[in-house]
């Protein structure tokens, strides 16, 4: 039985690796060097900071909404949108607004900066 529960398990990981991790991981650099990630996660920050400041208690039911959702389904939207999950985790405490929206900024200042497009440098080893 237990064995059969690993094989079911390994069964799973392995077309979760094949099927969804592998061809992601091939689209993110492309999206990163081309600058469509930054601006994905701009346009995703703007609709965050519209949110706080128009209408704070929609950030509340978008908490509870993703909350309600099936545990893979959060998983994913965490691992493909951790920034932002994390900053709308945050928002959602009772901490005193200073800190939060500290806390805010910071993340979504360190993910703009992580996502900007970069010129590809070349070493000067291979520059000859």
Known sequence: MATMFGSAIGGGVDLLVRWVIVPVTGIIPVLVRTGLLFLLFAALWLGLTAA???SPEALDAAWAAIGSLPLVVQALAWLLFLPL????WIWTTDWSLVV???LVVGIAG????V???RRATTSPATSN
Do not use: Q, S
């Open 100 to 102: 939060r929206v500290a």
């Open 52 to 54: 706080m400041v128009a």
């Open 115 to 117: 996502f900007l497009p």
């Open 85 to 88: 999950m994390g900053a709308l």
């Open 110 to 113: 360190w993910n703009l900066l």
